[in-house]
């Protein structure tokens, strides 16, 4: 292997480590997400940001245009799949605690203390052993892997009516490291030749 291709490799393995804490989830919601897909005309969009470190999930998203009044929301994890197909409840049932219900447009914000059980499904805490630490490991690494989404159900579609995958939001920190890992490569490079 040539040096300068290990240190690019280096450059890149390392970038992760250097960075814990924040990692954001940028999330789209739509009928069309949904499984069964419907036609509903409701939308949705909005952020989770997990801190691995601060060990608190923050949840902001807003929803508009639903068919029927919002009965619960969540976040469900883990998918067999990235990007497709269903799974449990992971977050708090039957609702995040002070989601507006009843209403077919509104907002939500919240932080979540990650290291508290009652963030979570009891039966999430207990198909990771009991341990509300390997739930919040679990969680990470699902939305990290494409297969956890946030849902809101409404009366009129009791599965759901909207939902969108946790996509992750590209660290501007990752992308520095990789230009400079470049920048040291072309330097290199000029040096040789």
Not at 66 to 72: F, S
Not at 104 to 132: E, I
């Amino acid at each position: 292997m040539k040096f300068s291709t290990l240190v690019l490799c280096v450059a890149f393995a390392a970038a992760p480590a250097l960075f814990g804490g924040p990692i954001a989830y940028t999330v789209t919601l739509n009928g069309a997400n949904e499984v069964p897909a419907n036609a509903s005309a409701g939308t949705g969009s909005g952020f989770v940001i997990f801190d691995d470190v601060a060990n608190t999930m923050y949840i902001t998203f807003t929803f508009s245009g639903l068919t029927g009044t919002t009965a619960a929301s969540h976040i469900h994890c883990c998918t067999t799949v990235a990007g497709d197909g269903t799974a449990s409840v992971a977050t708090q049932t039957p609702s995040f605690i002070g989601f507006p219900l009843g209403v077919k447009s509104g907002s939500f914000t919240k932080t979540y203390d990650l290291t508290l059980a009652s963030t979570y499904r009891a039966g999430f805490v207990t198909a990771n052993g009991n341990s509300v630490s390997a739930s919040e490991a679990a969680l990470i690494a699902g939305a990290a892997a494409g297969k956890a989404y946030l849902n809101v159900h409404t009366n009129t579609f009791p599965g759901g009516e909207i939902r969108g995958f946790l996509a992750p939001v590209p660290e501007p920190a990752t992308f520095a490291i990789a230009g400079l890992a470049l920048a040291g490569l072309v330097a290199l490079r000029r040096k040789t030749v």
